[in-house]
């Protein structure tokens, strides 16, 4: 989804905008051909709003530990407070981990909550996709910065659309802890 052409109306953006509506799109037709129940893909509205406060201070906490006072331009404040989170949390946290969770269970006890090695699998996933970087060239390479951080952030989002069956505490954790240091 990268590197596909792209529409004359994302041609200019800096951000791949279209690959990330794109993921959005392809999992959601994917969570549908694989008939995916709602309490597997967690592709729905949270029972409590309070997850939104707890996922808020995930966020922020997150967005301390990744640095704060990056100078931005506002596509990318915007870029980073939707995209980023809506479609990789659907990806990983919804359909990725929900067809684990099916297959392989959700045996452990984590802060009150049934985790599995789904989330494992899912984290580390998510960890090597944000650290290893192909470019347009094609030339791949690896960026290790931060990948302890990523990779607790993959369990701690895990953990929220586990507590919360839903992954709408996890899409806002992840779009606080990429938007927050665009704007501080």
């Known amino acids: 989804m990268l590197f ?9 953006l800096k951000w791949n905008w279209q690959g990330k509506f794109l993921e959005v799109v ?4 994917l969570a549908k051909l694989l008939k995916l129940p709602q309490s597997v893909s967690a592709l729905v509205l949270p029972k409590e709003l309070r997850c939104l406060i ?19 331009s506002i596509e990318t404040k915007v870029y980073e ?6 479609s990789e949390e659907i990806v990983f946290r919804g359909v ?14 984590i802060l009150g ?7 494992v699998i899912t984290s580390l996933i998510f960890c ?4 290893l970087v192909i470019d347009r060239d094609w030339t791949l390479y690896f960026d290790g910065n931060g990948s302890f951080e990523l990779l607790c952030f993959g369990f701690a989002v ?4 586990y507590r919360y069956n839903s992954i709408v505490p996890s899409i806002v954790a992840h779009n606080v802890s990429n938007g927050l240091p665009c704007v501080l």
């Open 26 to 29: 392809v999992f959601l037709l």
């Open 113 to 119: 909550v049934r985790m599995g090695l789904g989330a």
């Open 54 to 72: 707890v996922a808020l201070v995930v966020g922020a906490l997150f967005a301390v530990i990744d640095g704060l006072g990056h100078s931005v």
């Open 158 to 161: 895990c953990w929220l659309r």
């Open 96 to 109: 990725m981990l929900g067809v684990l969770d099916q297959r392989l269970g959700r045996p452990w006890k």
């Open 4 to 12: 596909t052409p792209h529409l004359p109306w994302f041609h200019d």
């Open 81 to 86: 407070w939707t995209m980023p989170g809506l």
């Open 128 to 131: 090597l996709a944000h650290v």
